[in-house]
């Protein structure tokens, strides 16, 4: 592992990328499926929601692993009947995927309470929430 990523960051990121993989496998885009509609997502976005809820309230050493518990452990073995191996993509455990839902859950809540909408009528975050600016 390159020692200029931090392990907090190194494990958040396989959390977002492994997130992504379970949307597309599940819905074949990275889409959250929202009671008012998808939430489309990308690993940017999930890494900044998953890392920015949990950085003032946790140090660095506590989330990375945290993040390295809601994924699958790692195998290095290929699959018996593989002849190159590539590489493995990150899985989140189930407990991963609950978490990664309630946070994506929680982020729509959120912008359908406050309710600014754009042209299009897609939920966007405000610039400012009662005088504070985002």
Same mark, same amino acid.
């Given at each position: 592992?390159?020692?200029?990523?931090?392990?907090?960051?190194?494990?958040?990121?396989?959390?977002?990328?492994?997130?992504?993989?379970?949307?597309?496998?599940?819905?074949?885009?990275?889409?959250?499926?929202?009671?008012?509609?998808?939430?489309?997502?990308? *690993?940017?976005?999930?890494?900044?929601?998953?890392?920015?809820?949990?950085?003032?309230?946790?140090?660095?050493?506590?989330?990375?692993?945290?993040?390295?518990?809601?994924?699958?452990?790692?195998?290095?073995?290929?699959?018996?009947?593989?002849?190159?191996?590539?590489?493995?993509?990150?899985?989140?455990?189930?407990?991963?995927? *609950?978490?990664?839902?309630?946070?994506?859950?929680?982020?729509?809540?959120?912008?359908?309470?406050?309710?600014?909408?754009?042209?299009?009528?897609?939920?966007?975050?405000?610039?400012?929430?009662?005088?504070?600016?985002?």
């Amino acid at each position: 592992m390159d020692m200029s990523v931090k392990p907090y960051e190194y494990f958040g990121w396989r959390v977002a990328e492994a997130y992504i993989y379970h949307l597309v496998a599940t819905w074949r885009r990275p889409v959250y499926r929202y009671e008012t509609g998808d939430i489309e997502v990308s *690993r940017y976005f999930l890494f900044g929601l998953l890392d920015g809820y949990l950085m003032d309230r946790r140090d660095a050493g506590w989330r990375a692993r945290f993040y390295e518990k809601l994924l699958e452990p790692f195998d290095e073995k290929p699959a018996l009947n593989t002849v190159i191996c590539g590489g493995k993509v990150p899985v989140l455990s189930k407990r991963g995927i *609950r978490y990664m839902n309630a946070l994506v859950h929680q982020y729509g809540d959120m912008l359908t309470d406050i309710g600014v909408q754009d042209e299009y009528g897609t939920l966007i975050p405000p610039e400012s929430y009662k005088g504070i600016s985002l």
